[in-house]
């Protein structure tokens, strides 16, 4: 279970970590231009969608890190939880969109992170 967890949770990392930066980085053309997944961004400001980004970066950041330094891992379940938000915001702007088939990818994210949470606060818990 322990080896599990670290994969979702590596790949999870990597995927906000990633994705966020792109955000941080590209301008709101920019990433209206990668297709249709990004229309998104029509319904944001460049600050908001900046914002996002670096709320996805930090989560990444606070998803591995503080496990991997043993430094209060109990904020690896927080940043998951802090996602979680962030993909339940996500996934209200696909329904409103009308983006149903990429909604279901944001729920897919959204029970990764819970199966996060659940299992560094139940299954597998960090212990000193």
């Given at each position: 279970?322990?080896?599990?967890?670290?994969?979702?949770?590596?790949?999870l990392?990597?995927?906000?970590?990633?994705?966020?930066?792109?955000?941080?980085?590209?301008?709101?053309?920019?990433?209206?231009?990668?297709?249709?997944?990004?229309?998104?961004t029509?319904?944001?400001?460049?600050?908001?969608i900046?914002?996002?980004g670096?709320?996805?970066?930090?989560?990444?950041?606070?998803?591995?890190?503080?496990?991997?330094?043993?430094?209060?891992?109990?904020?690896?379940?927080?940043?998951?939880?802090?996602l979680?938000?962030?993909?339940?915001?996500?996934?209200?702007?696909?329904?409103?969109?009308?983006?149903?088939?990429?909604?279901?990818v944001?729920l897919?994210?959204?029970?990764?992170?819970?199966?996060?949470?659940w299992?560094?606060?139940?299954?597998?818990?960090?212990t000193?």
């Open positions: 279970m322990n080896l599990a967890l670290w994969i979702i949770t590596g790949v990392a990597a995927a906000y970590f990633f994705g966020g930066g792109g955000k941080l980085v590209l301008s709101k053309q920019k990433i209206a231009a990668t297709g249709p997944s990004a229309a998104w029509e319904d944001w400001s460049a600050g908001g900046k914002a996002i670096a709320l996805e970066v930090l989560a990444g950041v606070g998803l591995v890190l503080p496990a991997v330094l043993d430094i209060a891992p109990v904020l690896v379940p927080l940043a998951a939880i802090g979680m938000i962030i993909m339940v915001g996500a996934a209200i702007v696909r329904f409103r969109r009308r983006e149903f088939k990429l909604m279901a944001d897919v994210y959204l029970a990764l992170l819970a199966f996060v949470v299992g560094r606060l139940v299954a597998e818990p960090f000193g």
